[in-house]
């Protein structure tokens, strides 16, 4: 009955707001452009100056204004850009594309987002950053390779595992919990070179914004967040490019015209080299990465415009031809926008994930190969009906299949003690239908609404094992086994998930801010640790694996200050997690068949406060972000049924991030990243088992490492350009860890050593710390 009720007062908040367009109406719609490459502006502002209000261009250009009859004053507006008037005489629906040119200067850029000037206290979103890739190259970087999953790690609510990771934990979620895509498909593991660095070339995105609360309807999967990456278009104008050395990795870029104007087409490289200095140095290990993107798009006519994207990534480990193992994502989208008539506009995208891994053992005895993957196939339908200036409505379907592999072991030689064998795949269907509005209620009141329902099949082929005691992992009993037929289902979820926002401007400075959602996950992570390895399993909800549902509330106070130079914000939010995955105590993750009994679930909350400041205009940019935050987990059968901190509990966190314009020719970037120590498990002590030592852990996650800190400098130098050259080449010079702070990446405990090769009964804990200071240079190139 909640279900019904909710959805019918969704329906007559749409019909009472469509019944208000019931008078005579005219549409003005297009696309916003750059002018430079023809690359559509997402989140351009389109302001009718008369009626003093408008709409923003949506993640693929588009807008549509439906008002009454009239002559209006159009403002395109675009951060970066010239500002472009243009008038229209109102008598009939309007088609309007519009280039705009980019600014000569663009020296007042912001570090965060590329909305309207007072977005921060106007728009209804919150809990949300846009990245602007532009500030991101100016920050340092390690070994100088810009990342902007190291950016994100800078902001508020957002939680770095450590140094030398991609990992990032969101507002007391795990890795696992944070949707990431690049070009709508999903990445699976974000990290090259085990999180030195990120999937994600700098030279191709084009938008990319991150989602810790208020997450509209039409995405869900995940608990925590959503990070959306979109890659350039490719430039339709002219040929072009750009490229860069770095010292432990070098990239290309490509870009240009099939058919000025018509489509164009991007592909991009990028390959690191340790293997070529550890080869010079006569050693036999192989340690690399490397990835490619590529997109071409073309323009059949205004209504229907086509994409495909690739992307295509792996890591490569060798030591010594003896062990090794690697991983990589593949994946694919092809896009097709259609516009039905003026208001409704539509994106189809057909989207294929591939994510394996392997390991290798070469060795006469136990010599084996193993191999797990993770496979999707989506079809996604989505739907912008533009009612008119006062709603902007969305609705639409999405279905995903997956194939879980959990992995297929064998032998390498005769003799190897390993025999051929597999664990059974597994397979799911995931259904999505979700419907949302924005809708203005006043000037000062907007209110941002959907639900999305979600139904989650695992499905056959598959032999499914009935236990006696379905939590006995020490000594599993099965008592039955259940075969089913392909596309059989086995287990149904069906969960709704609402979502709410509200936005109240108290006066044209400042406002408060209110959201709700309730968010799904039917993909759980088999994994013991918070440091990202290749060893990942994942594995669909079943009869043994209930889905995990995060309820989030969050309330903020924005407020812009000195002609909105500079942006101030201060959020709270509380998220509830039910049926959160954790694995018994000694768990036994790697190839079990019995891998169910050792499942365990419970619950985990996590609460906090976020402050946010950033300066906007001027030479010198930047932000301050602080998070105080505490995420706790209560797990049946676990840690003595005792509640315990999660692994990425960081108590207190502050970044400070700047970026200075000395002149056109040198640009100036710092940052200070300071945190808590996050928790982690280390033996209280020792006792004898038969005839063994064996370490005694009193709690999980009872002790915590040393606080860290950290401060980083990147200077860039861009020569003098000679006006009769086409290309512009800069130099970056960068400083990691400038005071060599031996942050302890993780502690282990060891046998304490009296003399060379002599040890003692006692125990030892020894910190382990990754990068002291570490200079870079880069070259680059643009074209």
Do not use: C
């Not at 906007?616 to 049946?636: H, Q």
Request: hydrophobic share 35%; glycine share 6%; net charge negative.
């Amino acid at each position: 009955m909640k279900q019904i009720s909710l959805v019918a007062i969704l329906a007559a908040i749409f019909f009472i707001s469509h019944q208000s367009t019931a008078q005579t109406r005219h549409t003005v719609n297009g696309y916003v452009k750059d002018a430079e490459n023809g690359e559509e502006l997402i989140g351009a502002t389109v302001l009718v100056k008369e009626l003093g209000t408008g709409t923003v261009t949506n993640v693929y250009g588009f807008y549509a204004v439906s008002i009454p009859p009239g002559t209006y004053t159009f403002q395109f507006s675009y951060l970066g850009y010239q500002t472009v008037e243009q008038v229209f005489e109102l008598k009939e629906n309007v088609e309007f594309n519009i280039e705009l040119p980019v600014e000569a200067r663009q020296m007042e850029e912001l570090i965060i987002t590329d909305e309207a000037i007072d977005a921060n206290v106007s728009d209804i979103k919150m809990s949300k950053n846009e990245l602007d890739i532009k500030q991101v190259k100016k920050l340092p970087a390690l070994f100088g390779e810009p990342d902007i999953i190291k950016t994100i790690q800078l902001l508020p609510g957002v939680i770095s595992a450590g140094e030398g990771t991609s990992s990032f934990f969101v507002r007391g979620g795990s890795a696992d919990q944070n949707l990431i895509l690049i070009d709508e498909a999903p990445i699976y593991d974000p990290s090259h070179l085990f999180g030195l660095f990120s999937v994600f070339n700098a030279d191709v995105i084009k938008d990319s914004e991150l989602y810790r609360g208020g997450i509209p309807s039409r995405y869900g999967g995940r608990l925590s967040s959503i990070l959306e990456v979109r890659t350039k278009d490719g430039n339709n104008k002219k040929l072009g490019g750009a490229a860069g050395i770095g010292l432990l990795a070098s990239r290309f870029m490509l870009e240009g015209p099939i058919r000025k104007d018509k489509s164009s087409f991007i592909v991009s490289g990028r390959r690191s080299y340790v293997d070529l200095f550890l080869k010079a140095a006569n050693q036999d290990n192989l340690v690399h990465f490397y990835d490619v993107n590529a997109k071409v798009n073309w323009k059949h006519n205004n209504n229907n415009r086509f994409f495909f994207a690739l992307y295509l990534g792996r890591d490569v480990f060798s030591f010594e031809d003896v062990f090794g193992f690697d991983w990589g994502n593949t994946t694919g989208t092809f896009r097709w926008n259609h516009l039905f008539n003026d208001r409704l506009f539509s994106n189809t995208s057909i989207i294929a994930s591939h994510f394996d891994y392997k390991l290798g053992l070469e060795d006469d005895a136990q010599g084996f190969d193993w191999k797990s993957n993770l496979q999707e196939l989506t079809l996604k339908q989505d739907f912008n009906y533009f009612l008119n200036t006062s709603n902007e409505f969305e609705f639409g379907y999405h279905l995903t299949y997956r194939q879980f592999s959990p992995g297929r072991i064998t032998p390498t030689s005769e003799s190897s003690l390993f025999t051929e064998q597999a664990i059974d795949k597994m397979y799911a269907l995931d259904h999505a239908f979700y419907v949302g509005n924005q809708q203005k209620i006043s000037d000062r009141l907007t209110f941002r609404y959907g639900l999305r329902l979600s139904v989650f099949q695992n499905i056959g082929k598959q032999d499914v094992f009935i236990y006696e005691d379905p939590k006995d992992n020490i000594d599993p009993t099965r008592i039955d086994t259940v075969s089913y037929g392909a596309f059989e289902n086995i287990k149904t979820y069906v969960n709704l998930e609402p979502r709410f926002s509200a936005r109240y401007l108290l006066n044209a400075t400042s406002s408060v801010k209110l959201s709700y959602n309730r968010m799904v996950q039917n993909t759980h992570l088999i994994s013991s640790g918070t440091v990202p390895i290749p060893f990942n399993t994942w594995s669909p909800s079943s009869p043994y694996l209930k889905p995990q549902i995060a309820d989030q509330v969050a309330a903020g106070y924005f407020r812009n200050i000195k002609d909105n130079s500079i942006e101030l914000s201060a959020e709270v939010y509380y998220k509830d997690i039910q049926n959160v995955t954790d694995f018994a105590d000694n768990a036994q993750l790697f190839f079990n068949d019995d891998l169910t009994t050792e499942y365990r679930q419970g619950n985990s909350w996590s609460y906090g406060l976020e402050l946010m400041a950033q300066k906007k205009e001027g030479r010198f940019t930047g932000f301050v972000s602080y998070t105080l935050s505490k995420a706790e987990r209560d797990v049946p059968g676990v840690n003595n049924d005792k509640t315990f901190l999660a692994n990425y509990d960081r108590r207190n966190v502050l970044n400070l991030v700047g970026t200075y314009d000395l002149s056109d020719q040198w640009q100036f970037g710092a940052n200070f990243s300071y945190s808590s120590g996050r928790p982690i498990t280390v033996p209280a002590g020792r006792y004898e088992y038969d005839g063994y030592q064996v370490d005694y852990i009193t709690e999980r996650n009872g002790y915590a490492l040393p606080d860290f800190h950290k401060l980083d400098f990147s200077a860039t130098y861009i020569p003098k350009k000679n006006k009769d050259r086409k290309w512009q080449s800069s130099w970056v010079f960068s400083i990691y860890n400038i005071y060599s702070r031996k942050n302890a990446f993780t502690i282990y405990t060891r046998l304490k050593e009296i003399e060379d090769g002599v040890y003692s009964d006692e125990k030892e804990a020894v910190k382990i710390s990754l990068f002291p200071i570490l200079p870079s240079v880069t070259y680059n190139i643009r074209f």
